[in-house]
Nanobody
Framework: VQLVESGGGLVQPGGSLTLSCAASGSIFSIRDMGWYRQVPGKQRELVAAITAGGTTRYADSVKGRFTISRDNAKNTIYLQMNSLKLEDTAVHYC????????????????WGQGTQVTVSS
């Protein structure tokens, strides 16, 4: 499975960005997917997850601002990020091969290369 992210960049506080993650390869094994982010010196954290059926879960820090979605025909998931804050600055990674169970997303073994999101005035 290969995951390719795109859509990162530099944006001012309050602005918006949309990240995309396109999956290819043995995609029959992919059902639930997620977006993570990481800043230097900190652990990678889950931002949002989505099941094959469209059930979603968000970190408290992004609820009401971020929306995760998927287009199964394109094997692509998206992360719409609105009202961006300085603290959203991070490398954002797509994850696949995980499992969503009892309201929790368990990290899969497939990762994209990451895309940088920088929020700065």
């Amino acid at each position: 499975v290969q995951l390719v992210e795109s859509g990162g960049g530099l944006v001012q506080p309050g602005g918006s960005l949309t990240l995309s993650c396109a999956a290819s390869g043995s995609i029959f094994s992919i059902r639930d997917m997620g977006w993570y982010r990481q800043v230097p010196g900190k652990q990678r954290e889950l931002v949002a997850a989505i099941t094959a059926g469209g059930t979603t879960r968000y970190a408290d820090s992004v609820k009401g601002r971020f929306t995760i979605s998927r287009d199964n025909a394109k094997n692509t998931i998206y992360l719409q990020m609105n009202s961006l804050k300085l603290e959203d600055t991070a490398v954002h990674y797509c994850n696949a091969g995980g499992t969503y169970s009892s309201g929790r997303y368990y990290t899969g073994s497939y990762w994209g290369q990451g895309t940088q999101v920088t929020v700065s005035s």
